[in-house]
């Protein structure tokens, strides 16, 4: 018991050490942020410089050609916006494609990739199959002294 204390003490002066303390009082300019010095908040400015649409669509291309997961994804970028559309056997492929699409610089994805009924189906036992081995192991643990 006196050991669970000792961890909750821990980390209740973790978090008192890491609050932010500030003396300064909040500003009521309505343009400047929140505790900021008084100067005007400033739009955040793309860390990316704007490319066309179609260099935007030949990047996520050649992302997916390099992927095993998504190189028979079709890709179509209007506007910043991708749209990936295919059919995929394994269900972590379509989450790969739309990280992919983000990744090369897209500012949305629509990802109409259509995931098969069978490895829905296997991603679903391999989750009842874990939610299993879990319970074993819970009870495992509470039966032994």
């Known amino acids: 018991m006196r050991k669970h204390w000792s961890v909750i003490l821990a980390c209740g002066a973790a978090i008192l050490l890491a609050w932010p303390v500030s003396a300064q009082a909040p ?13 005007p908040a400033k739009p955040k400015s793309s860390a990316q410089p704007k490319v066309s649409d179609a260099q935007l669509e030949a990047t996520i291309r050649a992302k997916f050609a390099k992927s095993k997961s998504a190189n028979k994804f079709k890709v179509h970028v209007q506007g910043g916006v991708a749209t990936i559309e295919g059919n995929t056997e394994v269900v972590q492929h379509k989450a790969a494609a739309t990280r992919m699409a983000k990744v ?28 299993r081995r879990v319970q074993v192991k819970r009870s495992e643990a509470r039966s032994q002294p």
Request: proline share 5%; charged share 15%; net charge positive.
């Open 27 to 39: 500003s009521t300019h309505p343009h400047t942020a929140p505790g900021s010095t008084g100067s």
């Open 104 to 131: 090369a610089g897209a500012v949305a994805v629509n990802n109409k990739v259509v995931v098969s009924d069978a490895a829905k189906q296997k991603a679903a036992g391999n989750l009842e199959e874990g939610r």
